[in-house]
């Protein structure tokens, strides 16, 4: 029944390494966002997507960049990790504005935990 | 977005209704009230929303006032499995872009 999947639960990496945190939805959904969650800061967007190859700037994009070569997959990039960016990564999807649900119904994964070291 | 006040944590006895209050006095006339719930290490979960009329589904209830200054999430039976995070957000209808999930009440059930 799993909709939303983030493919690492758990990853470490070390500082300057290149990161790829990848998602990928199963219900057709136009909308997908990338998130992080910190203590004391709750959850802060980093990206999304309205459409393939189509991406805007969230609240924090800076370190970030992101993918979206299908409609169903939406991959976040660290170019160079670094330690602050040490975090919960969260990704989610939501069906277009029109529809019972509206585009605030977002759909969450379980999350990728990234230390880096 | 209107801003949402929430009682930081809240405890609940197993078995009975969990009363979750949410208060959004600036909220204007187009936007919606959303609740969400995260459980510890896991994604957040869309549970309700509406606009100004109570709504019922099979996880909760939605209680907005007339004024619809604030508004009450009901889990008629809680169980240790609500245990959870809950965050009420406020947001015209087809914006998700920017959904901004503040602090939320931590509630507990306990046995």
């Known amino acids: 029944d799993v909709k939303v999947t983030q493919s690492s639960r758990y990853l470490v990496k070390r500082t300057g390494e290149k990161v790829f945190l990848e998602c990928v939805q199963d219900?057709?959904?136009?909308?997908m966002f990338w998130y992080r969650q910190d203590p004391g800061l709750g959850l802060r967007l980093i990206y999304f997507s309205y459409d393939v190859k189509m991406k805007e700037k969230g609240d924090i994009p800076e370190g970030y960049s992101v993918s979206r070569e299908k409609k169903e997959r939406f991959s976040l990039i660290l170019e160079s990790a670094s330690t602050n960016q040490t975090s919960m990564y969260l990704c989610a999807s939501s069906p277009p504005g029109q529809g019972a649900g509206g585009a605030n119904v977002l759909t969450f994964g379980a999350g990728s935990r990234l230390t880096v070291l | 977005d209107a801003k949402t006040t929430q009682p930081t944590s809240m405890d609940c006895a197993e078995g009975r209704a969990a009363n979750l209050p949410c208060n959004h006095s600036t909220i204007s006339g187009n936007e919606y009230v959303y609740w969400y719930r995260q459980i510890h290490s896991q994604g957040p979960q869309y549970i309700i929303h509406g606009l100004k009329n109570n709504e019922t589904n099979e996880m909760a209830s939605l209680i907005i006032t007339e004024d619809r200054k604030s508004s009450t999430l009901i889990l008629p039976h809680a169980t240790l499995r609500d245990t959870a995070v809950y965050y009420c957000?406020?947001?015209?209808?087809?914006?998700?872009?920017?959904?901004?999930f503040g602090g939320g009440t931590r509630l507990m059930v306990k046995p």
């Open positions: 219900m057709d959904h136009e909308n």
């Open positions: 957000i406020v947001r015209v209808r087809n914006a998700g872009n920017m959904l901004t």
